[in-house]
């Protein structure tokens, strides 16, 4: 009994306050959540144009015979525009996202001492808490998160599962798979509107491929002038998947140095390339930096899955993107998320380890 109180204690001093709970005192905001500089400008951001918006690609006409090529040239002016597009047509029906959202809620909702049981271990990855400080002085994001390995199912750290709502692990199971086949449509979909072989950036990723799930949940903030849902960032993933909030937006991508709105389409999931495509495809796709606002009313909750190659898998550009009018734009890299959450803090991107000076 002793010995499980004193852990419990480390994990709460690990954690800090949650931002759930920092919400409930919204007169005294820790500094480390403002950003002096903010602004309105962080809600005042654009909303593209219709004609110039994000595209939104059907994946049904993307892998039927009669309708792929066009759809797959939409896809190829969407990654090399916006490094993302919006994905309808996945096969997942609205009553299933609806269900994914809400066991999502549901642990968010339960009561501290039930989170708690799941909370990140020190130094672990995978768990529930908030935003992991890693440096001095960091800004903190306006979150609360579950970070989660689901794909290998077996590598998973069961110890921080949710077994609460009892429908969770089913649900993300289910959730999981379908992503899985979607991952492999989407990286086939991507080489082939590159006109490389389809199963190239499949290969890349090599076997021992893995997915990690992220819930982000975004307490309703008093200060959205001047706190940050997630700070400036860009994915270290091959590919992400985004379930948006099906009513409350929050998603921003900076693009030819403004930052951008991403819509609400209640039902598409948001793909974007990651590092790791931006490196394979020598640039032609760039992973978009991306960052997420809040609301002073609304709470605001996202699912992003990310797939990951092989950590032993030396990644490099595809060697048929590289040629005179081209060069190798991007050194070989192994291992990119080891390197990835020391740049993304200190507000670096990891990127620039592996991008060629021309
Ligand atoms: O919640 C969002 O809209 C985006 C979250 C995100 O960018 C991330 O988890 O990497
Ligand atoms: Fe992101």
Redesign the pocket.
């Given at each position: 009994m002793a010995e499980s109180q004193s852990l419990a204690s480390v994990e709460l001093q690990i954690l800090g306050k949650t931002v759930q709970e920092l919400a409930l005192n919204p007169e005294n905001l820790p500094k480390s959540y403002i950003h002096e500089q903010g602004g309105a400008g962080f809600r005042d951001a654009l909303l593209p144009s219709e004609s110039e918006g994000i595209p939104v690609v059907d994946l049904h006409l993307l892998t039927s015979p009669s309708t792929a090529q066009q759809e797959l040239a939409k896809l190829h002016y969407a990654l090399s525009t916006w490094g993302c597009f919006q994905a309808i047509n996945h096969g997942m029906p609205s009553s299933f996202l609806d269900k994914v959202r809400e066991v999502s809620k549901q642990f968010f909702d339960l009561p501290k001492e039930e989170k708690q049981k799941y909370a990140r271990e020190p130094n672990g990855l995978e768990g529930y808490g908030n935003d992991q400080i890693l440096i001095q002085n960091q800004r903190l994001d306006w979150?609360d998160?579950v970070y989660l390995k689901v794909q290998p199912e077996d590598q998973g750290n069961l110890k921080v599962w949710p077994q609460k709502p009892n429908e969770f692990g089913s649900t993300i199971f289910e959730y999981t798979k379908n992503l899985k086949l979607l991952t492999e449509v989407t990286l086939k979909a991507i080489a082939n509107s590159l006109n490389l072989e389809k199963d190239c950036f499949v290969k890349e990723c090599g076997e021992k491929d893995t997915m990690f799930l992220?819930l982000?949940y975004?307490p309703a903030c008093p200060m959205p002038d001047h706190v940050l849902?997630?700070k400036p960032?860009a994915?270290g993933s091959s590919i992400?998947f985004?379930l948006?909030?099906k009513e409350v937006e929050?998603?921003q991508i900076l693009k030819d140095n403004h930052w951008f709105k991403?819509p609400i389409i209640p039902d598409a999931l948001?793909i974007n390339v990651g590092d790791q495509i931006e490196i394979m495809s020598n640039g032609i796709f760039q992973s978009p930096v991306?960052?997420?606002v809040v609301n002073a009313e609304k709470e605001?909750l996202?699912l992003?899955m990310?797939h990951i190659p092989d950590s032993e898998k030396v990644i490099k550009p595809v060697e048929k993107l590289v040629n005179e009018s081209r060069p190798k734009l991007y050194r070989p890299v192994k291992d990119y998320v080891g390197l990835y959450f020391q740049y993304y803090q200190q507000g670096r991107r990891p990127i620039e380890a592996s991008k060629i000076e021309l």
């Open positions: 979150t998160r992220r982000n975004y849902g997630v960032h994915d992400t985004l948006q909030d929050g998603l991403v948001v991306h960052r997420v605001r996202t992003a990310f």
